[in-house]
């Protein structure tokens, strides 16, 4: 019995420890994101300069190429040995992507933690349909992913460091992809890079816990939110009320040595309700397992779209 006790509390302990690593590593890839993109920036700031609480991440999301190892595992086993969970999958024939979201592991947040120390969020990750992709865009993909075979184990460090894991393009190769598929063009200069982070509204303390508020406190400011069919996006059952801004752009210096503007990364908003079955709950005992889970393929459709030139090439109001 004192060996079986001796075990707990060293589990719990290398626990605690993996638990700091892991978040450690969430807040480089959080520190990349911010460094590049000035948008989501001064929406936390924005949202922080009215709501000093704690604010939480609803998810994180990244984007892969699926071919040869690349595609979603790649970056999901980082994700499953610090204890998430697979959960659905969702489809987009038209854009020839697919997702899988996971759950995060049940670990409480760092005391008065915010953002990546905060209760830790759902991971959403897609991937390209290579093989659906014309013959030339095949080419270009698997030429520079063919290229540095390794590459797929080290995606998470990857994301971390805000590094590509293979060389960088020529410019006509970007445009190439971009004529076929804005997400395979997106993947190809910006890799492994979070593509955004989403904030919990329904967790934050102030008016600005209602979508539509904060919608309407963020284009007050001017910023410029995706108005792919409407700016707010709602689940058929109402329950995941989603939006998020347009994408910054950011110079690329292709190996080529043409520097072009391509667009980079974003914010997003999700709102989830109380499901129905859980309406006579007191609000201050309403927890998130009492709320809508998940993704909703209407909504995620449109939000991919938040990197896209239409969106970027948009005029405010
Ligand atoms: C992901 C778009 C979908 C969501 O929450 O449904 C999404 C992307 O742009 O890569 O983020
Ligand atoms: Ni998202």
């Given amino acids: 019995s004192s060996m ?24 480089q890839m959080e520190t990349v994101y911010l460094n590049r993109n000035p948008t989501p920036k001064s929406v936390l700031e924005l949202v922080r300069s009215v709501d000093d609480e704690q604010l939480c991440y609803d998810h994180l999301a990244f984007r892969t190429f699926g071919i040869g190892g690349y595609g979603i595992d790649s970056l999901a086993s980082f994700f499953l040995d610090y204890g998430y969970t697979p959960m659905d999958e969702l489809k987009f024939p038209a854009k020839k992507l697919r997702a899988l979201w996971f759950a995060p592991p049940d670990v409480s947040a760092v005391p008065g933690g915010s953002g990546v120390n905060g209760p830790l969020p759902r991971v959403f990750i897609s991937e390209l349909l290579v093989d659906q992709m014309s013959s030339q865009t095949q080419d270009v993909i698997r030429k520079y992913t063919e290229a540095s075979p390794n590459g797929k184990k080290y995606a998470a460090l990857s994301s971390a460091l805000g590094t590509l894991t293979w060389e960088k393009p020529l410019s006509s190769e970007f445009e190439q992809l971009a004529r076929e598929s804005e997400y395979a063009a ?107 889970d998940g993704f909703e393929v209407g909504n995620a459709d449109k939000i991919f779209e938040s990197t896209f030139q239409e969106q970027l090439s948009r005029r405010t109001g």
């Fill in 186 to 292: 997106w993947t190809l200069v910006n890799g492994y890079a979070l593509n955004h982070v989403t904030i919990s509204v329904h967790r934050l303390k102030s008016h600005l816990n209602k979508i539509k508020k904060l919608n309407q406190f963020l284009e007050e400011k001017g910023i410029k939110l995706n108005s792919e069919g409407g700016v707010l996006k709602v689940s058929p059952d109402g329950g995941l009320q989603q939006s998020s801004t347009v994408a910054d752009s950011i110079s690329f210096k292709f190996s080529d040595g043409v520097t072009k503007s391509i667009p980079c990364s974003y914010i997003e908003f999700a709102e989830r309700l109380v499901l129905p079955q859980y309406q006579n709950v007191p609000e201050s005992e309403i927890r998130e397992s009492h709320r809508r």
């Fill in 4 to 27: 079986s006790s001796n075990n707990d509390s060293r589990g719990s302990s290398s626990k605690v420890a993996a638990e700091s690593f892991f978040r450690s590593v969430l807040g």
